[in-house]
């Protein structure tokens, strides 16, 4: 059984920096293209970034390129999503998923496209 567990969630600063970490057990994580969504309150889930399991294709929702950079260190079976000179507009549930398929670039963004899922952590960005 897969499963996916996410750190790194807390409340920072406006112009702070967080990493968030995915935890993947049950499976190698170089066998996994992995995800990450967020979700506001009342909105819905929307993509941030996902990597192929090959970690040589990334794609990122296009208002989030340059400000956040997802990545995977295959040894530690754990995925990280680096986010840098946050905006309060980016408080929100975060959630790392992960699909056995070599996923495409156009099918990332797609929530319907992983198999797995985590439970969210929380980041607040707030003075």
């Known amino acids: 059984q897969v499963e996916l567990i996410e750190s790194g969630g807390s409340v920072v600063q406006p112009g702070g920096s967080l990493r968030l970490s995915c935890t993947v057990s049950?499976?190698?994580?170089?066998?996994?293209?992995v995800g990450w969504f967020r979700q506001s309150p009342g909105k819905e889930r929307e993509f941030v970034a996902a990597q192929r399991w090959s970690g040589l294709i990334t794609s990122y929702k296009n208002s989030l390129k340059g400000r956040f950079t997802i990545s995977r260190d295959n040894s530690k079976n754990t995925a990280y999503l680096q986010m840098n000179t946050l905006k309060p507009e980016d408080t929100a549930v975060y959630f790392c998923a992960a699909d056995r398929a070599s996923l495409i670039t156009s099918s990332m963004p797609r929530t319907s496209m992983y198999e797995y899922w985590g439970r969210g952590t929380q980041v607040t960005v707030s003075y």
């Open positions: 049950g499976r190698s994580l170089s066998t996994l293209s």
